[in-house]
DNA sequence: ATGGTGGATGCTCCA
């Protein structure tokens, strides 16, 4: 079983390039963040003229949104809300021969690294808590979980273009890094694209819009993640971030993740 | 130190 996530940045414009990514990734089922639309606007023919005849979407208008398509019949979890707030960030499936997919969008954060004067950081702070205390008692470490999506945190000193440049840059402050680790422990969580892809390699997911030329100054960050529960570790196949999409027009600023599973 | 780009929305927010 292939599984791929993406932040699409808009669901809507990028139908094509979605379309391009199920020709070459070959998922059989699609993770997307970031949809920013809600569920009654959602392009539901364009997704079953893929292949995608299963589906679950959980959206709202102009923010955050994630999505499940899956050529793979699944049984509906229900949209999950943390922090007290209805911001369309974490979905899942039960997928065939037992195993449950989460498809996650953490909240970015803001630009301030401080939780007291910056709420945005205070409430992916409390939404990475919440989560992992979730998955500590909501679920077993013995079950087989899948946990895709844009973490919003990249927390090895590969997983950013400058370790020390990036120490006060939300997305790689230690307070986020220790908060991602402590969340990964609450389930033994294995990192599905390390697992491949040795720790010493630098690896990203994402590259800023507003960087000119994103290949020249690769000046990237591993915000998007694949990690299972250690029962499925010895079933995972492969693991490959599509780089190249960074350069699809019009792209998003992050690129699919897909990792393969023998299921 | 600053500003750079892109998407949805609607005279601005979020990433």
Redesign the pocket.
């Known amino acids: 079983m292939r599984i791929t996530t993406w932040n699409i ?2 669901v ?2 990028r139908l094509d390039l979605i379309r391009q990514l199920v020709k070459q990734a070959k998922p059989d089922v699609l993770c997307l963040q970031e949809t ?1 639309v809600p569920n009654d606007l959602f392009p539901h023919q364009a997704f079953a003229d893929m292949g995608f005849a299963h589906r679950m979407v959980h959206g709202m ?3 955050n949104g994630v999505a499940i398509l899956s050529r793979i019949p699944f049984s509906g979890g229900e949209p999950l809300h943390r922090c007290g707030k209805e911001d369309c960030r974490h979905l899942y499936a039960r997928l065939p021969g037992g195993i449950e997919l989460h498809n996650l969008y953490i ?4 630009d301030i690294p401080d939780p007291k004067v910056n709420e ?1 950081f205070a409430h992916k702070l409390q939404f990475v808590d919440e989560l992992g205390d979730w998955f500590k008692d909501a679920r077993k470490k013995k079950q087989k979980l899948v946990a895709v999506g844009d973490f919003n945190i990249a927390p090895l000193e590969t997983d950013v273009w400058s370790h020390k440049q990036l120490l006060d840059v939300v997305s790689h402050t230690p307070i986020e890094v220790e908060k991602f680790g402590r969340m990964q422990a609450s389930l033994d969580w294995v990192d599905a694209v390390r697992h491949f892809i040795p720790p010493e390699e630098k690896l990203f997911t994402w590259w ?3 960087n ?1 030329d994103w290949k020249i100054s690769d000046r990237g960050r591993r915000l998007d993640h694949v990690w299972v529960t250690p029962v499925l570790k010895t079933s995972l196949r492969s693991a490959s971030v599509m780089r190249d999409a960074r350069d699809w027009t ?1 792209g998003s600023d992050h690129v699919p993740v897909t990792v393969e599973v023998a299921a």
């Open positions: 940045n808009s809507r414009i920013k208008k102009g923010y909240p970015a954060g803001g945005k800023s819009y507003r000119r019009p």
